[in-house]
């Protein structure tokens, strides 16, 4: 493990920005836990459940954010910063392992596990900046632990029933995103300041980049693990084929002139600094739910499609593509139509696609995805918009 001490805990503008071994590993542990994410929501049989399953994706997402956020803002080779990445990472196994939510004991873990790995986040670099007198740095991380202390109240009173009070985690996440959406307006020391969030640099889009890259592999993984679980026939094959060329084709939507926008995103673009966790967020749950979908299309490739399975298989690669786009015009002030109308493909055979084999169903989309890549979107969205906000 390499450090350098304490000294020198934000991290330096002209410093490297590749991602370290550990941060790498710390996005594989997230992974695994989206991976468990897309099982249980293949498992689930009501509209309910699927909203709870995006309410724990939420929280999941977001302890990998936020700690993305703070290897951005701090040097990650720093011990304590490791430290956190560690915490962060066994907080990702308990809320993994904790998914199912079967007992008090699973919903306890998920709440300490999510709870523990802010707050003592938090901590930790508030106790390091106090020691080395770094007030701005210090003032940002105690607002940090303002709001994550104040949402920390609402999961900790969900988890003290027979059952989770879906009601009360619901309001501590919206605590966490409106939050961070408002710049951690906190007493006696007010909001971040905008100037702190031009301070990013191309470490941050490589993350999002590496993180997304990583989660597409678990709409191969899911399937091929099913299928080797099982007899291998034709339509089995057919549509693990079918899951990765959806994987690919949705790589390929992400990678499209993604290091035009990862240039724009580190040039003190604000409005794409604080809004890429909400627009990767709408990207991750299509991953998830295109994960989902082949996971029980490769148990059942044939006969007709239910209509939650049919939702799953049109709209987990159809989130995927709006935060992709909305991401684009966060930086760009662009919207590539046409490239968008292909997405209207699997909505007019909506209609008629509970009829169609599920196989049948996910070739339509694969091939609407495949006209999004090809339509040229123009020269246009590579180029930065005017920034709207100033600095205070």
């Excluded at 066994?90 to 523990?116: D, Q, R």
């Excluded at 938090?122 to 607002?143: G, P, S």
């Excluded at 909001?191 to 709409?219: C, W």
């Amino acid at each position: 493990m390499t450090t350098k001490g304490t000294t020198a805990l934000v991290r330096r503008m002209e410093g490297s920005t590749r991602a370290t071994l550990l941060e790498l590993l710390f996005d594989v542990v997230f992974v695994a836990a989206l991976a468990l994410t897309s099982t249980l929501l293949a498992e689930e049989h009501s509209w309910s459940g699927g909203a709870k399953v995006l309410l724990m994706l939420t929280a999941i997402w977001w302890t990998w954010a936020i700690t993305a956020t703070t290897t951005e803002f701090y040097d990650p080779q720093q011990r304590p910063i490791q430290a956190i990445l560690m915490i962060a990472m066994v907080g990702s196994v308990g809320m993994a392992v904790a998914l199912p939510m079967i007992t008090v004991g699973h919903m306890l873990l998920f709440v300490l596990s999510y709870v523990g790995t802010h707050v003592i986040r938090c901590v930790i670099l508030v106790a390091a900046l106090h020691r080395q007198r770094h007030q701005t740095a210090r003032e940002r991380a105690t607002r940090f632990l303002f709001w994550f202390s104040v949402s920390a109240v609402f999961w900790i009173i969900g988890a003290l029933h027979n059952g989770p009070n879906w009601g009360f985690w619901a309001i501590a996440v919206t605590i966490d995103l409106v939050g961070s959406a408002a710049r951690y307006p906190t007493p006696w020391l007010g909001r971040v300041p905008i100037a702190q969030y031009r301070r990013i640099t191309g470490h941050l889009s490589e993350r999002y980049q590496q993180f997304i890259i990583l989660a597409l592999g678990d709409i191969l993984l899911l399937p091929t693990l099913q299928v080797s679980r099982g007899d291998l026939d034709a339509f089995r094959i057919i549509a693990l084929l079918c899951a990765f060329a959806t994987m690919l084709l949705l790589w390929q939507i992400y990678a499209f002139q993604a290091g035009d926008l990862a240039l724009a995103t580190a040039s003190n673009m604000v409005r794409p600094a604080r809004l890429a966790p909400y627009t990767h967020l709408v990207m991750v749950a299509g991953v998830v739910a295109t994960a989902a979908s082949f996971e029980r299309i490769v148990d059942e490739p044939t006969g007709t499609t239910p209509t939650r399975l049919l939702l799953l298989i049109i709209g987990g690669p159809t989130l995927f593509v709006l935060g992709r786009v909305l991401f684009t015009f966060l930086v760009s002030d662009v919207v590539p139509w046409r490239r968008l109308t292909w997405l209207f493909l699997p909505l007019v055979i909506l209609p008629w696609a509970g009829g169609w084999s599920p196989v049948l169903v996910t070739a339509t989309v694969a091939f609407g995805l495949a006209g999004h890549i090809a339509v040229p979107g123009g020269n246009r969205e590579t180029r930065p918009g005017v920034e709207a906000e100033q600095p205070e």
